[in-house]
């Protein structure tokens, strides 16, 4: 089983549209968990951390499930501007590396 | 200014070849480490340095070595760079859990 698995999608929404990305983690002693943008041919960049009281910025939410293992990020009100890949990442629970999701892409259309 | 910085953006060798990819970083960051990225896949660990300390993935080949002579610069080495060894590779600095940043990338090909 993959440490970190995502829906690639991809997923086609009109602007203005909210879209849900889902995410599940295989090591259930994991302690940080993020959401990462990846844009073609670029470095990944953090978009938010992820915590188990749930979080939002802006138009973004990210929700935490520790006893499913499941990871979400919700995206309202689309712009064309959020197209990218979305890369759910955990964090490896000895040690400092990170381990990333395949990405889930998004392609949002006027 | 890039605090990250990754040379060359885009390398192209030949089929078995020994080539290097370069990383320094301006962060002070203890951590570095050094990921491969194919088309539409994930970020996939190669290795790490945790200060000296080497780290490696076990599933990474042995076609693949890290330098780290000092803080700032950390190498990819790869041996014999096959056709399947194309690929983005990153390289990503922490203060141990903190301040996550990566590099451009350097885009690898093959010939």
């Known amino acids: 089983r993959k440490e970190v698995e995502q829906d690639p999608g991809p997923f086609n929404v009109p602007e203005g549209a909210t879209v849900a990305f889902n995410c599940t983690y295989s090591?259930?002693?994991?302690?940080?968990f993020f959401w990462y943008r990846q844009d073609c041919r670029k470095e990944p960049k953090l978009l938010m951390s992820v915590y188990s009281s749930g979080n939002e910025d802006g138009r973004f939410t990210a929700q935490l499930n520790r006893a499913s293992q499941y990871i979400s990020l919700l995206i309202r009100d689309s712009k064309l501007s959020d197209s990218a890949t979305y890369l759910c990442?955990?964090?490896?629970?000895?040690?400092?590396?990170?381990?990333f999701g395949k990405g889930t892409t998004l392609s949002v259309s006027s | 200014d890039a605090m990250v910085i990754q040379n060359p953006r885009y390398q192209v060798t030949q089929f078995g070849k020994p080539v290097t990819l370069s990383c320094s970083q301006t962060l002070n960051h203890n951590v570095m480490y050094w990921y491969q990225q194919k088309s539409s896949q994930a970020p996939k660990l190669l290795f790490h340095y945790y200060d000296k300390d080497f780290n490696n993935e076990a599933d990474t080949p042995d076609n693949f070595q890290s330098r780290r002579p000092n803080t700032s610069f950390c190498f990819l080495d790869i041996r014999s760079p096959g056709l399947g060894d194309a690929a983005m590779y990153l390289c990503?600095?922490?203060?141990?859990?903190?301040?996550?940043?990566f590099g451009s990338g350097t885009r690898l090909t093959v010939v």
């Open positions: 990503a600095t922490s203060r141990d859990r903190n301040g996550y940043t």
């Open positions: 990442v955990v964090g490896r629970e000895a040690g400092t590396a990170l381990i």
């Open positions: 090591n259930s002693a994991s302690q940080s």
